[in-house]
Every structure is written in C-alpha cells, then in structure tokens.
C-alpha cells in the first residue's frame, strides 16, 4: 500500500488546490510563538491556513507588527520573529481587537467589521476546503483540537 496525502509529498504539513503549509513553516513558527504565548502546533496550523486562505489580504485592515505593543503581550521588543510568525500573531491579535475593551486595554483602534469578516470569510474557507490535505500527525492534532473546542462550546453558558 503506498502513500497517500501528505504523507507522499514529504515536507508537507497539509496542502491543497490553493494552500501549502509546509513541515518548516510550522515548525518555525510553532517554535517562535512557544517562546512566548502557550501555543500548539494545531492551532498554529489553523492560523497558518488561514493565512493562506486570504487571511494575508485581510491583515490590511489590521494594526501593523510596528503598532503592536509586543511587551503588553510578553514579547521582548528585540525578539526575531519570522515574517508568518508576525502575521499569525498580527491575524490573532486583530481577531481579538474586535472587542472592544480588548482594543482599549491594548491602545489600539477596534477591528473594523469589514475586516472580521475578511477574517471569518478566510477561516470558513481554511476549515471548508475539502481539497486541504493534512499529515497524519496533523490530522490528529486538528481532531483533538476540534474535540476540545467542542467541548468548551458544550460547556459554555447559553
């Protein structure tokens, strides 16, 4: 039996007719943002694909990594940080800015609602693509992330 999916292209994380996520990509970003935010690589994965699914055009609409107060969120000034680790944190970050006691508390303007919507049109499209293709060890890390989220959504209050 041979290969299949992700596990035939080697290098790749998950793929699809318009997205490639590769193994370093996550990789580094992973490790960039784990110095500093309690992240994993799933949800790395998801922002990553987000990003490619035309989360990177919406990023226009959101504060530049030069505005960011990075110390506010524990990210020393000087840190190096790969330009996809910057818009992952930049694409979370403005997600977050929609509200709006988050933006004051930050000093930054509200995410426009034109905006969250480029944000939420690109992770429908991200999480909707049946061409996306994962890694079995992906596979397993997204199922287990969704199962938690899950989860909390059960366990919130209506």
């Given at each position: 039996?041979?290969?299949a999916g ?5 290098g790749?994380a998950?793929?699809?007719d318009?997205v490639v996520?590769t193994e370093?990509?996550?990789?580094q970003?992973t ?5 500093y ?6 949800s790395?994965l ?30 020393p000034a000087?840190?190096?940080?790969s330009?996809?680790?910057k818009?992952?944190l930049?694409?979370s970050l403005?997600?977050?800015l929609?509200?709006p006691?988050q ?8 995410t426009?609602?034109?905006t ?5 049109a690109?992770?429908e ?22 199962q938690?989220?899950a989860q909390?959504q ?5």
């Amino acid at each position: 039996m041979g290969l299949a999916g992700c596990e035939a292209k080697p290098g790749i994380a998950a793929y699809g007719d318009d997205v490639v996520v590769t193994e370093q990509e996550l990789g580094q970003v992973t490790a960039e943002m784990g110095q500093y935010l309690m992240v994993d690589r799933a949800s790395i994965l998801q922002l990553l694909l987000v990003l490619n699914s035309g989360g990177r055009e919406a990023l226009d609409g959101c504060p530049t990594w030069e505005d960011i107060p990075v110390k506010d969120l524990n990210i020393p000034a000087d840190a190096k940080l790969s330009q996809d680790s910057k818009d992952a944190l930049t694409l979370s970050l403005c997600q977050a800015l929609a509200d709006p006691a988050q933006a004051e508390n930050l000093g930054l303007p509200v995410t426009s609602p034109s905006t969250v919507e480029a944000i939420a049109a690109a992770g429908e499209k991200a999480q909707n693509d049946a061409s996306i293709r994962y890694s079995n060890r992906e596979q397993a890390a997204l199922n287990y992330l969704r199962q938690q989220q899950a989860q909390q959504q059960m366990t919130m209050p209506q």
